[in-house]
């Protein structure tokens, strides 16, 4: 079975602190995703990789970074976080047109 | 403009019952089309794909069908139960040469199963 786990199911951080938001994957995908998930808003691409060092934008990139030096590890970089981050954060990997597979999420909370 | 709409928004049904939920898009061109159920709290759970040659396909007793010209697609859950209960999210893939951020999402219908 595929698995994609990710750092922290629940978390809670201050306006201004720097968070980091790791994703792993076991299946040797070569694509993988952050995506943040709001009410009413549905699901919306934050970054992706497509291979190690490389990343493309998505639709929301502002105010986040995103780093992946190793094949298995994505990960998801609030440089500075702010109320408005406060979202659930999910993680997916892929292999080439092939579905995407979710991690568990992360609930972000910004105070 | 590429999108995905979603209806109802919200549903609520008896447990054994069955339900239909829909999913129109105006995504060109066309790869495929996933639903994907996500209980509350947990990441999505992909329920089945369909390119553009399939009509119907099958997972248990969630069925769903995919007409290309019209460009809709629905989940018809059959004798539902209280697990069912979760939201269900259509997503529909832009064909593309490689990479793999080409994923337009509805937002989703929110399915309640009660006793």
Redesign the interface.
């Known amino acids: 079975d595929v698995k994609v786990t990710q750092s922290s199911r629940y978390l809670v951080k201050r306006t201004g602190e720097k968070v980091f938001l790791e994703c792993v994957q076991d299946m040797d995908h070569e694509n993988m995703f952050w995506y943040r998930q709001d009410p009413g808003l549905g699901l919306r691409l934050i970054y992706f990789s497509y291979d190690v060092k490389m990343k493309e934008k998505g639709d929301i990139p502002e105010g986040y970074s995103v780093s992946r030096e190793k094949k298995e590890r994505f990960s998801l970089i609030l440089e500075s976080a702010s109320t408005n981050q406060t979202s659930m954060y999910l993680c997916a990997s892929s292999s080439a047109r092939v579905e995407q597979y979710f991690g568990p999420g992360t609930r972000l909370t910004v105070t | 403009k590429n999108q995905v709409e979603q209806s109802p928004q919200s549903l609520i049904i008896l447990e054994g019952k069955n339900c239909t939920l829909q999913c129109n898009y105006t995504v060109s061109p066309f790869?495929n089309l996933?639903w994907?159920k996500q209980d509350t709290?947990?990441?999505?759970?992909?329920l089945t794909?369909m390119t553009f040659s399939e009509n119907t396909k099958s997972n248990g007793r969630y069925t769903a069908t995919l007409d290309a010209d019209t460009k809709q697609s629905s989940l018809h859950i059959t004798a539902s139960q209280l697990s069912d209960s979760a939201s269900y999210?259509c997503v529909v893939s832009l064909h593309y040469g490689?990479?793999?951020?080409n994923?337009i999402?509805?937002?989703?219908t929110k399915l309640s199963v009660k006793p």
């Open positions: 790869s996933r994907y709290g947990r990441g999505p759970v992909s794909i999210i490689g990479s793999q951020g994923l999402f509805g937002k989703g």
